[in-house]
């Protein structure tokens, strides 16, 4: 990222040292700024260091220390508190405009008394894990209504938590307020121990602001660590044998893979499981593997334009079937390209589910590649009016929750 970042050809010793000075004081050299504000949480960094330190940490309370260097507390605060209505307004209303009462519970929304709220345990036992869904997978509900599918095949048994009234914090720290952040981490943090064998999370930045600043200031202060968090993919690794006999049904596709190797192992289990799906082939696109999520772009938006562009050009060149994205953030930001390019842009889950004989609408993509926030609020008005939203308010949310968030431009309308 260094080059893209623009920290150009500067010694990086004189780069981690003005990192230093940024998180001591608030202020540093410009590449050591660059470094900062430009990093995509690849995680390459924790490997590389010989030192035992997660330089990607380091550079977190780095633009921590920025944005409370360059704002006022007050002003910090209610930019924390803004963009996070910006995500709960998103999440609840994208949710319900897909989404039955029913099928919201099950992802662990309280919606109604009579409903059971998210768990598959028995009255009065703990699950063995808290499915944690992070807010934004809500807005793309398909994929974490078929990994609870899969998990049920499992024989797992879990709650599910997740969105605004579970939030991770990393908003709040995002814009430099670190006390409402640890608060807000902490109470969704204690919610989370109740799974007997720990969490399962879904999101990536969540997962990282977790495991890389939550648990280790709470283990550090209370003595103990409250939990482990597995990522969704890796715990299905754990289960491979298991799932191995219930892929049955051939998914006869060439495929390639959208690969953020943030999480490290992600990828690679992702990689693995879709070669166990009988008809799945994966070709290699050769093109570079950046960021968490593509949201961790989103510091260098013309990087990340070229990135996603270059991806879709290779895609059509190998005259694949489906360029298949694992997260969340991917999807929402590629699906819609499926309407002007030669392939389909699908979930690593569709794939499984399809194997495993279960399916859930993607109508967030349906949606998305109408492209026209009147159209979206009139297909969706009949879920709207159920759960009382007025529709000026939905279309509001559908611009800036869902068509505002195409970093690559659509190639034209449709001939």
């Known amino acids: 990222m260094a080059q893209p970042a623009g920290v150009g050809d500067a010694a990086p010793e004189s780069v981690i ?3 230093l000075e940024i998180v001591r004081t608030g202020e540093g050299p410009e590449p050591s700024k660059a470094w900062a504000k430009g990093c995509a949480l690849t995680g390459d960094c924790i490997t590389a260091c010989d030192e035992a330190v997660n330089p990607r940490f380091l550079l977190a309370m780095a633009r921590v220390a920025l944005a409370k260097h360059s704002s006022e507390l007050r002003n910090r605060r209610k930019q924390g508190v803004e963009n996070f209505r910006l995500v709960a307004d998103g999440v609840n209303v994208l949710a319900r405009m897909q989404l039955s009462e029913n099928e919201l519970a099950r992802l662990g929304q309280h919606v109604n008394e009579r409903l059971e709220n998210g768990s598959t345990a028995k009255p009065g036992e703990r699950p063995d894990f808290v499915f944690y869904t992070g807010c934004n997978v809500l807005k793309t509900p398909h994929m974490a209504l ?3 599918d899969i998990m049920d095949a499992l024989g797992v048994t879990y709650r599910v938590m997740g969105g605004p009234t579970h939030c991770c ?9 670190t006390d409402v952040s640890g608060r807000v981490a902490t109470s969704s943090l204690d919610k989370l121990a109740e799974g007997k064998a720990g969490v399962i999370s879904w999101c ?4 990282v602001q977790f495991t890389e600043t939550t648990i280790p200031t709470v283990e550090k202060v209370r003595g103990s660590r409250p939990f482990e968090m597995t990522p969704f993919m890796l715990f299905l690794k754990t289960r491979f044998e298991d799932l191995r006999p219930m892929l049955k049904n051939p998914v006869r596709m060439r495929i390639a893979l959208h690969k953020h190797p943030g999480v490290k192992g992600v990828v690679e289990s992702g990689t693995e499981l879709l070669r166990m799906v009988p008809g799945i082939e994966i070709v290699d696109l050769h093109q570079p593997a950046v960021g968490l999520m593509s949201n961790a772009l989103n510091a260098l938006p013309e990087y990340k334009r070229g990135l996603q562009l270059a991806e879709l050009e290779a895609t059509a060149a190998a005259g694949v079937d489906a360029l298949v994205a694992i997260y969340h953030v991917d999807h929402r930001e590629l699906c819609a390209h499926e309407r002007d390019w030669p392939f389909r842009i699908i979930n690593i889950l569709d794939i499984v589910g399809a ?3 279960l399916h859930h609408d993607d109508h967030f993509k349906r949606l998305k590649i109408m492209h026209d926030a009147d159209a979206i609020v009139a297909d969706c ?3 709207i009016a159920s759960y009382g939203i007025e529709p000026a308010f939905a279309r509001e949310v559908v611009i800036k929750a869902m068509l505002k968030e195409q970093p690559l431009p659509l190639r034209g309308t449709r001939s």
Do not use: E, F, P
């Open 17 to 19: 040292t003005g990192v």
């Open 146 to 148: 078929t990994a609870l």
């Open 381 to 383: 008005k009949d879920m």
């Open 169 to 177: 914090g990393v908003i709040q720290l995002r814009a430099g307020d």
């Open 204 to 207: 990536a930045s969540c997962h």
């Open 355 to 357: 194997s495993m004989g």
